[in-house]
């Protein structure tokens, strides 16, 4: 199964995922140091994450006009600039600087989210879970390389902290579009779209299995992006936690993002995929007990793997079951209908973690986190006989 597109993929969203990970730990530090107040310190983090849901819808219409190549290339170039705009930030101590770095890279990481989309669309159709569960489990290697970033990136480029962390996330942003220039694009694209003629939107997205796939992404993204924003500050600025300890906590939470894909196609074809994104739920539940249990770093570290996790189902049973629902021709309008809601909701979670955290504290961002999780199950009981009524063309 492995081939070019696949393996490129996977070596780029390991760098993609390093970078998330530096801005996960170092955004709420950097602005509890910089923000004029301790409620915007995790401010970085969220606009991130509201930078990847407003450019979901664009990153998509790019793709669509220019190709998977040429995007994902320039995608990866304004990361590199992103983070030469955050070393500056970091020298002049200039909190919005800063966030207007990590709003860019959170623009780049729209395009990277689409690397599941490019390798389902790189295999024939029986193969789809496979191909997108290995490209997401190239993410175990950004869960190394950007704590390691975060701890020593370009050394001795400057006395102020992390300025070489963030240097060297750009010089792997560089690599990344180098190795994205040698993507070939689909073959689906032109034998296949040429016989179909795309339904209207609001047909495809009113599927009741296109709205469990969403709410996958949304009720995941959603509840793993609120806790996870709130973990760094809490254990490192209200907890005291070394920095050493709270990267480490997020290293093992990236790590149990990814690892799961090892198994999780075999699940999907083995279980189906709506009883793999139930048991996300459940594993979820095993979050919000550890989380509530203590405030040591086994609390933390239990809970955050838990979370990761609980996403992976999800998140990967989700697209599994977003990529039956349209047709080729619909495909770039319906990627960015499931991408702006997982996002946006994402955004929201992100926003208001800090402010949770700052005013009500860590026990009640878990408390928050757990109607969506009834939620979440409901729908997968009622649409548990669902059929989908769009299809994914075989590809060779």
């Known amino acids: 199964m492995l081939n070019r597109n696949l393996l490129i993929l996977t070596c780029c969203q390991a760098i993609s995922v390093s970078g998330a990970v530096l801005v996960v730990t170092l955004g709420g530090i950097v602005g509890s140091q910089l923000a004029p107040t301790p409620a915007l310190a995790t401010l970085p983090l969220s606009l991130m994450v509201a930078g990847t849901a407003l450019t979901t819808v664009p990153a998509a219409m790019t793709m669509q006009r220019l190709g998977r190549r040429l995007g994902f290339a320039m995608a990866a170039l304004l990361g590199a600039v992103a983070t030469v705009v955050a070393a500056i930030a970091l020298e002049r101590a200039s909190f919005v600087m800063f966030c207007i770095a990590t709003m860019l890279i959170g623009g780049m990481l729209a395009f990277s989210q689409q690397y599941r989309f490019a390798a389902a669309e790189s295999v024939p ?36 902290p992390y300025v070489g962390a963030v240097l060297g996330l750009g010089l792997c942003y560089v690599v990344a579009a180098v190795l994205l220039l040698g993507l070939r694009e689909p073959e689906t694209s032109e034998s296949v779209l040429a016989d179909e003629q795309p339904r209207p939107i609001i047909t495809v997205v009113r599927q009741p299995l296109f709205i469990v796939a969403v709410m996958g992404g949304v009720v995941g993204y959603g509840i793993m992006t609120f806790i996870m924003t709130a973990a760094p500050l809490s254990m490192h600025v209200h907890d005291g936690f070394s920095i050493e300890a709270t990267a480490g906590v997020i290293r093992s939470h990236v790590i149990a993002m990814y690892a799961p894909s090892l198994v999780s196609a075999y699940l999907i074809e083995r279980f189906g ?124």
């Open 125 to 160: 159709t029986r193969l789809v879970a496979r191909a997108v569960a290995l490209v997401l489990f190239g993410a175990i290697g950004g869960a190394f390389l950007g704590p390691a970033l975060v701890t020593g990136g370009i050394p001795g480029i400057s006395d102020t």
């Open 273 to 396: 995929v709506r009883r793999m994104m139930a048991l996300g739920v459940v594993v979820f539940v095993g979050t919000m007990t550890f989380a509530l249990g203590g405030r040591e770093i086994l609390h933390y570290t239990w809970a955050m793997v838990l979370l990761g996790v609980g996403w992976s189902f999800l998140y990967i049973g989700g697209t599994t079951l977003l990529v039956t629902t349209y047709r080729a021709a619909e495909r770039f309008k319906a990627q960015a209908v499931n991408d702006f809601s997982v996002f946006g909701s994402s955004a929201l979670g992100s926003l208001s973690a800090g402010a949770v955290l700052h005013y009500f504290g860590w026990t009640q961002v878990i408390v928050m986190s757990m109607p969506l999780l009834l939620i979440m199950m409901a729908a997968l009981y009622l649409a548990r006989s669902a059929p989908a009524i769009g299809y994914t063309p075989e590809r060779n």
